[in-house]
């Protein structure tokens, strides 16, 4: 497949995070006491200190709910497949995005298919790391039921989450990942894509017991 690959996620920097992110240089005969070392030679390896929920990242159903899926059990064809981007620009501070609004967005990007992965683009990654960036507008529990209601396998959005401001029984987090649906939080760089369906690959690190990890989000735009 050719195209063009557009990178939708954060870099990570150790120490300058607003979350724990620490890293430990060792060499690598630290670790594998068989390693041959020459004096001086560059051969390393770290030890990492992180948390999950860290800059783009992926939330599994287990971030929730006890029994459900973690990183490791997310089915691949949740988060590698076609995508489409829904255009929500424009929306207020602290805005709630309608369903009929998503619904337009959806219409004018081809519509929604079964099997969707589903990228919300508002726009506010230019706030990321900012205070305004806590003030995002986010999806209406309307709009993310009708969204998982069409069958997504995916739900992605390029603020710090989906979620209703201060809902403490997380009603989008539930509509989602109750259902099966990841959901990847921060993503950045939408508006650099020119077209509303691309290729999207955003698999995490394979970990057990874990609910979430940070990822590497790419797309691919095909060629004409």
């Known amino acids: 497949m050719k195209g063009k690959l557009v990178d939708l996620s954060y870099t990570l920097r150790p120490g300058a995070e607003s979350r724990l992110l620490e890293i430990e240089l060792l060499q690598a005969s630290q670790v594998n006491v068989h390693a041959k070392v020459m004096p001086g030679q560059w051969y390393v390896m770290h030890n990492m200190r992180l948390v999950s929920h860290l800059g783009t990242h992926i939330e599994s159903p287990y971030h929730i709910n006890r029994d459900g899926a973690d990183v490791a059990r997310v089915p691949l064809d949740s988060v590698i497949g076609d995508a489409v981007v829904l255009d929500l620009r424009g929306s207020a501070p602290r805005e709630e995005i309608g369903l009929a609004k998503v619904q337009s967005a959806a219409e004018k990007a081809g519509g929604i298919r079964p099997g969707d992965l589903v990228l919300l683009f508002t726009g506010w990654d230019v706030h990321y790391d ?15 039921e009708w969204l998982v209601g069409q069958g997504v396998k995916m739900i992605g959005i390029d603020t710090g989450g989906a979620e209703v401001p201060g809902s403490e029984e997380h009603v989008n987090h539930h509509a989602m990942l109750d259902r099966g649906v990841p ?11 020119t077209k509303s369906r691309v290729f999207l690959m955003a698999a995490p690190l394979a970990m057990e017991r874990m609910e979430s990890m940070p990822l590497r989000v790419v797309a691919l735009e095909s060629e004409d």
């Open 130 to 144: 900012t205070p305004e960036y806590g003030r995002s507008p986010y999806p209406s529990p309307e709009a993310v």
């Open 183 to 193: 959901h990847i939080e921060n993503l950045r760089n939408l508006g650099a894509l």
